[in-house]
């Protein structure tokens, strides 16, 4: 019986995505064997890296599943749930999950809110593979140039933990850094559209989503105050910050690059950014730690609170498993990869965060200090909403943001345009607020 599985990374490091399959494969075949079973199962299967992002990963799922072709199980972000649940080509799991899943550990050893997010209608539609946090890196070295002593480089995670360092105070270190050439940039962030850029905007005390409705949200004041931000860090008092051409789509010579060879101060980044530089050469785990400090995005303002930003990646089974009579033996090999061991294999070798509690203490995980000491940020975060129209909103903020950057557009305008977008194409989907 052969079970196909669809994966991305699109970090190499987390090829465990699909890995875990196999080594689930073979797990499962030695049962059988022992059994006396006359069947085998065969995992096939795709782990999707850079070039191939998130875009054309989704785009060819959906031409697959059109043409009849879709894998069985479907690896993807969890804010897809809803548009997959109301398309009918996911399948419900809340009676696999009571059958087979009653006398295991397994649903309650895994993080609550990770449950929360892969809900649509009150029902399951998805196990969770993953979470992560997004940390603010910041170049140590750059800070001692600067003049700062260790024990004040060593406690601003904190300071910012506790709202004292905001997100303007950033733009100042940053701009004493770039005028003093001490490095040519003072702050990157991620070059396409994506999901980062949103700390800053809920870092000014703006919300993604009202838990109550389901419905997106539109926070008026802290998209005044983060397009603003943006603007001065490009255009305005710190001009120079964050460069005009930063969505450039270049990962490795507008991202990557500048904060592992410390000409960027900051880099706004997530945990497996850490696992792919050392993996693919760019620093090494001692550079690390001695030159590369990370926390939390910081407050956008006194008073305000800061943030990171989640993105729980999680494995459906597609309804065309279902028809092929396959979903049951897909849910069993979820089972199997949701492991605390083969989770912290994967949690270890890409710098993602554990899904279950068990993981916490589990051997391999315990060993890393870098998902030790990021762990606290989870209490801070905020996931991406699930929601069958996430991407018209994800989009329209990716469009206006880059319009700021480039100078297309200034703060006001890109203000008005956002939300008239917004209302646009969300209707009564967005609510609007203060």
Not at 12 to 21: A, C, G, Q
Not at 60 to 84: Q, R, S, V
């Amino acid at each position: 019986i052969t079970i196909t599985v669809w994966t991305i990374g699109p970090d190499p490091p987390s090829e465990y995505r699909l890995k875990n399959f196999f080594i689930a494969e073979e797990m499962l075949n030695k049962y059988l064997e022992t059994l006396g079973a006359n069947v085998r199962v065969k995992v096939e299967g795709e782990f999707f890296v850079s070039p191939v992002e998130w875009e054309e990963y989704k785009k060819k799922f959906y031409l697959a599943y059109e043409a009849g072709e879709a894998p069985d199980i479907y690896l993807t972000g969890h804010e897809d749930i809803g548009f997959l649940a109301e398309e009918g080509m996911i399948i419900p799991l809340d009676e696999y999950i009571a059958e087979y899943w009653n006398n295991l550990s397994y649903y309650n050893d895994i993080i609550p809110t990770l449950w929360e997010a892969v809900k649509w209608k009150g029902k399951i539609y998805a196990i969770p593979q993953d979470t992560e946090a997004r940390p603010l890196y910041f170049r140590k070295d750059v800070l001692r140039k600067l003049g700062w002593s260790e024990e004040e480089i060593e406690a601003l995670p904190e300071r910012i933990r506790k709202g004292e360092f905001t997100l303007y105070d950033l733009l100042k270190v940053a701009k004493e850094a770039v005028d003093k050439g001490l490095v040519e940039r003072g702050l990157v962030h991620r070059v396409k559209e994506g999901w980062d850029y949103l700390q800053f905007y809920l870092g000014f005390g703006g919300r993604l989503w009202d838990p109550e409705t389901g419905k997106m949200v539109f926070s008026q004041e802290a998209w005044k105050k983060t397009l603003k931000w943006f603007y001065d860090a490009v255009w305005g008092d710190y001009k120079g910050v964050i460069w005009s051409g930063q969505f450039s789509f270049d990962w490795t010579k507008d991202f990557h690059l500048p904060i592992t060879k410390g000409t960027a101060l900051f880099c706004s980044g997530g945990t497996w950014h850490k696992a792919e530089w050392i993996k693919k050469g760019l620093i090494t785990e001692e550079e690390f730690w001695k030159n590369i400090g990370f926390a939390l995005h910081p407050a956008g303002e006194p008073g305000k609170k800061p943030v990171t930003l989640s993105h729980p990646l999680i494995y459906t089974i597609t309804s065309q498993a279902k028809e092929r009579g396959k979903d049951r033996i897909a849910f069993l090999l979820i089972t199997l990869v949701t492991s605390p061991t083969l989770n912290s294999i994967h949690s270890v070798e890409s710098a993602h965060l554990a899904i279950m509690y068990s993981q916490i203490t589990n051997s391999i995980y315990v060993r890393d200090p870098f998902l030790k000491k990021v762990a606290y940020m989870l209490d801070y975060t905020t996931f991406i909403p699930n929601h069958p129209k996430w991407a018209d909103y994800s989009r329209l903020v990716f469009e206006t943001i880059r319009a700021v950057e480039t100078g297309e557009l200034g703060p006001e305008d890109a203000y008005e345009f956002l939300l008239e977008e917004l209302k646009k194409a969300l209707g009564d989907a967005l609510i609007i607020e203060p």
